[in-house]
């Protein structure tokens, strides 16, 4: 008998006909003879409803409230799809964050997990219950609401599966696997059998919406054996895995397209070129809990410099307050912001042991009249910032220069 801990996303769980179909997912792992843990999202398009909803009172997505209103969706879905599974006859409870102790800090919106009392969790399950958790909440140390930000259910089931040292993580959504590039986009994409934890990690941070980034890295942290699968097609998946001993990252030299619209940069111009001015622009803008993406700084000119970085659409408000206010500060010239860009990637481990990765890259894009205003780079990524315009041309041209489609 194994432990197994399966997650729905909102496609998944988007209406009656559908949680009846999960519910026989479900079943199907307990009829195996498995003890089975599920953790729900809200119904498609349910945490939007909510979200605006709270805005329209004047909440804020890093309201303590904003949690309280956005965490029922979740709430409601563990419900429905307990009533499914009891009304074919198995004995299902379901849960919220605060019955199974998820503990996070106080992020309101974008919560980190800091501990998991799996006890609640194995005591239902020696009493032969299925499990069906809320996912995407918790609570803090004062015992408030809080949530996980989007995609946090992914976040939750890798967290519970770690917790309860669960045997398998499969990761139901509506799409049967990884892919090499977003199906919607190049035509040819092709399902990866196996994608590797440091792959994973970049596609997930480079606009890929299969998982979390956060779930990713909670699994390869704690060595979870994690599968993506769809809810509606039957197979396998795909395996995100270490790589092993056996295998040879010599074959392929990319792996992976990815593409990312959900892209802001911010430009700061003429700022005093001195030691501690960066320090001073991005802990002040990580304090706000927005994440920064790519930092390109000029070369001072008569001791002042253009400082150029990028953060998400979600993030820009905020973080161009921030930014305007320190340039004040700062007797900056002047800043700008561009909400109309997107970046453009390729991964894989096997770029390592290869060479000719980035010139293939720029010339694929040169050749497309595509100008490059950023770049980042890592032992298996490359990224570029390009015009939004572009950006499906960009991803199909990569996938098609790296023979990355289907095989013939």
Excluded: W
């Amino acid at each position: 008998m194994s432990l197994i801990v399966q997650k729905f996303g909102g496609t998944s769980m988007g209406s009656i006909e559908r949680i009846k179909q999960v519910a026989g997912r479900v079943i199907k792992e307990k009829n195996e003879g498995n003890d089975v843990v599920v953790v729900v999202s809200a119904m498609s398009g349910e945490t939007n409803r909510l979200l605006d909803l709270a805005v329209k009172m004047g909440g804020k997505q890093d309201d303590m409230e904003t949690d309280l209103i956005i965490s029922s969706g979740e709430q409601i879905s563990s419900g429905l799809l307990s009533l499914a599974l009891k009304n074919e006859g198995y004995d299902a409870v379901p849960m919220l964050g605060h019955q199974v102790r998820i503990t996070t800090d106080e992020s309101y919106g974008k919560a980190r997990i800091s501990s998991i009392d799996s006890e609640n969790i194995r005591r239902m399950l020696k009493s032969g219950k299925i499990v069906v958790i809320a996912g995407f909440q918790g609570i803090d140390s004062n015992g408030f609401i809080t949530t996980l930000g989007r995609g946090g259910s992914d976040t939750t089931a890798v967290a519970v599966a770690a917790a309860v040292k669960a045997d398998r993580c499969d990761i139901y959504t509506d799409v049967d696997g990884v892919y090499t590039a977003d199906p919607n986009i190049v035509q040819d994409a092709r399902r990866l059998d196996v994608v590797y934890f440091d792959e994973m990690i970049e596609m997930s941070s480079l606009g890929a919406k299969v998982l979390q980034i956060r779930s990713v890295e909670f699994a390869m942290k704690y060595g979870v054996n994690l599968f993506v699968k769809s809810t509606f097609v039957d197979g396998n998946g795909t395996q995100i895995k270490f790589i092993g001993e056996e295998e040879s990252m010599e074959e392929l030299q990319v792996s992976s397209v990815a593409c990312d619209k959900d892209e802001a940069k911010i430009s700061i111009r003429g700022i005093p070129d001195r030691p501690g001015i960066a320090a001073k622009i991005f802990s002040k803008i990580s304090s706000a809990n927005i994440v920064v993406d790519m930092i390109i700084q000029n070369i001072s000119i008569e001791g002042h410099t253009d400082l150029t970085f990028t953060v998400s659409k979600k993030d820009l408000k905020k973080a161009l307050e921030i930014t305007e206010e320190l340039a004040k500060e700062l007797d900056a010239k002047e800043v700008l912001s561009d909400d109309k860009i997107a970046k453009v990637s390729v991964i894989g481990v096997g770029m390592r042991n290869h060479y000719g990765t980035a010139s293939t890259m720029f010339d694929v894009l040169a050749k497309e009249n595509i100008n490059i205003m950023m770049i980042s780079t890592s032992e298996i990524k490359i990224s570029c910032v390009i015009d939004a315009k572009y950006a499906e041309l960009a991803a199909r041209i990569l996938h098609d220069a790296f023979n990355l489609g289907r095989q013939n």
